[in-house]
């Protein structure tokens, strides 16, 4: 696994690892019937959008991939692109995920061709003096990835 150097957002902490997890484990989930799996997680520069800045993150492997043009069915509850018998799985953890980076004021989104791996970006506010996020708790968060 590569892992390049992450900029900070503010989060949940335990949300955002949450986010991280579901998607290196469908990375890894993916890539295992590969000789040579490859998994990265990085960073790329984040855009304005409704006047604040985001960072933008990733996760991209070598595995089975899915056809672009059922990406808009990844991120809902029990969608599945691969047979079961083929892939193990539930079918929540992206929505989970897609429902998290949501709630921090974030988008998601994937590309990806069959068998030529899959890449999910997510995009989250960045963190600056002022800007904590409201967990289910009704406090204040004050975890920061990166």
Known sequence: MDVK???PARGDEALIRQVFVNL????MKFTRHREHAIVEVGSQAGSATAGSEENI?????NGAGFDPKFASKLFGVFQRLHCQDEFEGTGVGLALV???IERH???I???AKVNGG???YFALPKATTGNTLRTDRGSCA????G
């Not at 993150?57 to 492997?61: I, L, S, T, W």
């Not at 004050?142 to 990835?145: H, P, Q, R, V």
């Open 5 to 7: 150097p992450l900029p």
């Open 24 to 27: 290196l484990s469908n990375a």
């Open 57 to 61: 993150y990733y996760v991209k492997d």
């Open 98 to 100: 897609h429902r998290i």
């Open 105 to 107: 004021g974030g988008r």
């Open 109 to 111: 989104w994937a590309d």
């Open 118 to 120: 899959a890449t999910f």
């Open 142 to 145: 004050s975890g920061a990835i």
